[in-house]
Every structure is written in C-alpha cells, then in structure tokens.
C-alpha cells in the first residue's frame, strides 16, 4: 500500500535501518545518512536515488581496507526536521540502536532543542529502537504500517517504546577479525577462533548491546543456529511473520536461511537486503544476520 496523502507526521530513521530503496519509498520513510570513511575519503550510506555498490564495498575490506564509520550530521537531521517542520508535519524519529552507536543521542538531542526553540507548535518523538540494520528497518515498516492504519504520532510512538524489545536481532560471522578490530573480541580469542573455524552466534541484548550467545563449528553450522533462534522464539502464528535478513556480501546464505524459514513455516513476508558498510565495517564479510518479533522480550 503507498503512503497516505492524509499522513500529518512524517517518520525518520538512520540509514542503518538497510531497507531496500522501494520499501522506503512505499511507506514513504525519511533517511538520515550515516557515513564511512576509506582512505581518508568520507561516504554517506545513503543518498536518495543512488545506491551504493556494497558488493564493490566488501571486496575492498577482504583486500585489507580499513573502514571506519563516522555517526549521522547534526547539520543533515536538521534538514530533515526543518523540511517536516516547515511543510506543517509532525516527526517521529526512530533512532539506531544508542548502545552501537552515539547517533541517536547526538540526534535526539540536537531535534528536541531546534523543535522547543524554533518549532515549539509542531510535535517531535524520538524513540531510541535499540535496533540495528534490517532489525531497525523491519522496527521502522513496522511503525509505518500503523501510521498508514491511522495511528497517532504518540500511539506509533507509544508502541515503539513498548514493543521495541520484542524485535529479535541474531547474527553470525565469517571472519573473526572484524569483531576483533572492533573491540568484541580478543587478538588471541580471534586467533585461536579462527583457527578451530570457529563460527560466533550472537544477538542484540534488552539494553542494544550485541553480546556472543554460543559458538559453533563451521559456517552452515552457525547459519543452522540463526534458523534455531528463529524455530524457537518467534511470535505465534509464525506463518504471519514479517522475517528480514541482512548480509555482508553473501546472498547465497541469506537465501538458504530465508528458504529453510520459507519451506518449515510457510512465512511469506521475506525482506533480504545488504548490509549497509556503516554496520558491515564492524562485522565485515560474510555477516548474516536474522531479524523477526517474539512473544517474549529479548
């Protein structure tokens, strides 16, 4: 369904929510670029109507590139606040996850003091999702299909604060060094790791902290585990499921998890898409990830 001409709020996410450009056109979502930084030279993550080679992307971290990733402009969320403002819409602002990165309380901040000095009629919402790539994504469809059901500004937001810990984030990855170079994972641990093939499985905790939960022999092994996660805690009736996968240059796994969902569960509400370099300069290559809701909080 496309997006209501009556809709009075707009909603704003970071492009570390990694939705597709059609889905952010369907349920007419504005995005905050975040930014990577290679060779000195800095990319925003997105830019709308361009896309970014992440294929191109992940050749350049498996020949040795460093990336680093730098949080959303101040100077960008105030002209998405502005243009909302200015065109007489509310905003609710769904946030990456504030315990991966210092975005959203660098950009709530900034938005709730140009709304209280410079807008204080129009009404602004910010909701730290505790989410990340498609997990903040599918947080985000998620609240746009209640704003397209008619929802208030405050019941979206509202909902989003209740049923954030709901959303299930799960992850493996291919190459320990990345977690390693990142700080969540010891030089000797990944050495080691590495050379046992051993494959971590890890999820996003209730406070957004991605925190190690078993660890495996082998890469299908660990793709098995992500599925496991998935026969064993996602909402009822698991057939209505809304299931999104996220990967760093790896599309055959991420469309062999999907059709095991697919196959077992009958799930038909499938969204596969990159992962985005800000989140893939953490985990690199071969990261996949599963995300979905659950009856139970994290």
């Known amino acids: 369904m496309s997006a209501s001409e009556n809709i009075v709020y707009d909603i704003i996410t970071d492009s570390s929510a990694n939705l597709p450009d059609g889905m952010i056109t369907e349920y007419d979502l504005k995005i905050l670029p975040l930014e990577f930084i290679v060779d000195g030279v800095a990319y925003r993550s997105y830019t709308e ?40 819409r509310d905003v609710l602002y769904l946030g990456f ?27 602004l919402r910010c909701v730290d999702t505790l989410a990340a790539a498609l997990g903040q994504g599918l ?88 599925y496991e996660s998935f026969k064993e805690t996602a909402a009822q009736p698991v057939c209505e499921q809304s299931v999104y996968l996220s990967h760093g240059d790896c599309i055959e796994d991420a469309e062999y998890l999907a059709e095991l969902i697919r196959e077992n569960h009958g799930v038909t509400d499938l969204v596969i898409n990159d992962l985005d370099p800000v989140i893939g300069a953490h985990s690199g290559p071969g990261t996949l990830a599963l995300f979905f809701t659950t009856d139970a909080v994290r």
């Open 97 to 123: 996850d504030s315990a991966l990165s210092a975005t959203y309380e660098a950009i709530s901040a900034h938005m709730t003091n140009l709304q209280q000095e410079h807008y204080p009629a129009r009404a």
């Open 49 to 88: 109507g361009l896309a970014t080679d992440n294929k191109q992307f992940y050749e350049m971290m498996r020949q040795g590139k460093v990336v680093k990733t730098s949080q959303a402009s101040p100077h960008d969320a105030e002209a998405l606040l502005r243009a909302s403002f200015d065109a007489g």
């Open 139 to 226: 947080f985000a469809v998620q609240a746009a299909k209640r704003r397209q059901a008619g929802a208030s500004l405050d019941e979206v937001a509202d909902w989003a604060l209740a049923e954030r810990l709901r959303f299930a984030h799960w992850f493996t990855v291919d190459d320990l060094h990345y977690l390693q170079r990142g700080g969540r994972l010891s030089k000797g641990a990944a050495f080691a790791g590495t050379l046992l093939n051993i494959k971590p499985v890890l999820h996003v905790d209730e406070v957004g902290r991605l925190v190690p939960v078993s660890k495996v022999r082998s890469r299908k092994k660990s793709i098995l585990a992500l």
